[in-house]
């Protein structure tokens, strides 16, 4: 069964940091793009981060290019998030995706597997 389950998500003050993960189950890992979504209530889905196979290309929203970091470990099947700087604009339901034999698309649409998301909360 594929499985994408998202962590690290919380409440922090404005400024903090906060590293989310995203474990993976059941896909050949080193097959995947792996992306970053948020969506804040109200608004669509809207992509963070992006990161190719062998994690040798990153793509960034302008919102958070400086200040969101995206890495993956292929031996421990996961991708992280570390996000610095945080802003109440950054509060949102944050998930991770996969996509297949991709090279880290921006649109949500290219892909296929999707984990149940994770909260995070910037507090002013």
């Known amino acids: 069964q594929v499985q994408l389950v998202e962590s690290g998500g919380g409440l922090v003050q404005a400024g903090g940091s906060l590293r989310l993960s995203c474990a993976s189950s059941?896909?050949?890992?080193?097959?995947?793009?792996m992306g970053w979504f948020r969506q804040a209530p109200g608004k669509e889905r809207e992509f963070v981060a992006s990161?190719?196979?062998?994690?040798?290309?990153?793509r960034y929203a302008e919102s958070v290019k400086g200040r969101f970091a995206i890495s993956r470990d292929n031996v421990k099947n996961a991708v992280y998030l570390q996000m610095n700087s945080l802003v109440p604009e950054d509060t949102a339901l944050y998930y991770c995706?996969?996509?297949?034999?991709?090279?880290?698309?921006?649109?949500?649409?290219?892909?296929?597997?999707w984990g149940q998301g994770t909260q995070v909360t910037v507090s002013s």
């Open positions: 995706a996969a996509e297949f034999l991709g090279s880290g698309s921006s649109d949500s649409r290219d892909y296929g597997t």
């Open positions: 059941g896909l050949t890992f080193s097959s995947y793009a």
């Open positions: 990161i190719r196979r062998t994690g040798s290309n990153t």
